[in-house]
């Protein structure tokens, strides 16, 4: 039986035939200028839903990454200003040993004195020091609040513990706490419960006292500042072990990142050899079209009817 077809149906034809493989071509093309397959769930619903979860997971790590800059950034800032007072707490003590080292005069008494109050302040600074966001360190929460009176009796003002905490989130499930409670790291909590700037009060009223025993005196005084020196440390690397825990986090994000990313190029991203290949066999099987379809235009359809 002879199949009749109308000059209009034989155009129309081959015209849709020609538009598509066009469009074919363009998709290509867009695909190797985005580097991106598949842009839509209806293009393949598996991989675009698999290169979801891996952007959705790769979405929450760069918000983990920023949370620990941040504490990372915090707890330096920390660190440097224990070492300091650390430093300070030092010059104190060799202060009171030379104070205790012979016999002083009014005067001498009075020089001393004078040095352990311009350290006594130096100290007060350092323990209401801001970071760079201009809140205060070691205030835990009460970040507007300086963590310590500048005067007697130099009482802590910040958070409490254990509620002192500056908690962030830091991977799924888990939880930092950046903060070190100021009076934790200088407060003799163990015994008297005064703070490291009330026991170098108590040291300048004993030089300012021509009848005070030094000795006696500088003595207690000596152990209770020794017990608030050895909290600093402690308070000091338990920053530091914060610090090696973040760069750990970070070196495991790094490795989850890259596999994400793999899974992603996987799924929907463009494999540009494939894709060019497919683009350049495209290209040659629209120019034969074309070309057949122009020859056969050639030939009016009316002689086969």
Sequence with gaps: MTVRISTSAFYAQNTERLLE????????QDQISSGVRVE????????????QRAENSLMRINQY??????????LSEMEVVMEASGETMKQIKEKLIQANGGILSIEDRK?????????????????????????????????????????????????????SGITFQVADGRTMDL?????????????????YFEMVEQAISVLEDPSANLASSFSAIGSKMDRVFDNLQIAR??????????????????????????????????????????????????????????NVSKVSLFDYL
């Design 21 to 28: 493989q066009q469009a074919q071509i363009a998709r290509k």
């Design 40 to 51: 839509k769930s209806s293009e393949d619903p598996l991989a675009f839903a698999a290169a």
């Design 65 to 74: 990454e920023r949370n620990i800059t941040f504490g990372e950034t915090f």
């Design 111 to 163: 020089i001393i004195a004078n040095d352990l109050r311009g350290k006594l302040n130096e100290m007060i600074s350092q323990a209401n020091q801001k970071d760079t966001s201009g809140n205060y360190i070691f205030s835990g929460t009460s970040a507007t609040t300086p963590a310590f009176s500048a005067t007697t009796p130099f009482g802590y003002q910040g958070t409490p513990s254990p509620a």
């Design 179 to 195: 903060s070190i409670n100021g009076s934790d790291a200088y407060t003799d909590y163990a015994a008297t419960g005064e703070t």
């Design 237 to 294: 690397g338990r920053v530091g072990n914060k610090l090696e825990e973040m760069a750990a986090l970070k070196t495991g994000f790094n490795i989850v990142k890259t596999e994400l990313q793999k899974v992603i190029n996987r799924e929907v991203a463009t494999d540009l050899t494939q894709t060019i290949s497919d683009l350049a066999q495209a290209d040659i099987l629209l120019q034969a079209s074309q070309k057949s379809f122009a």
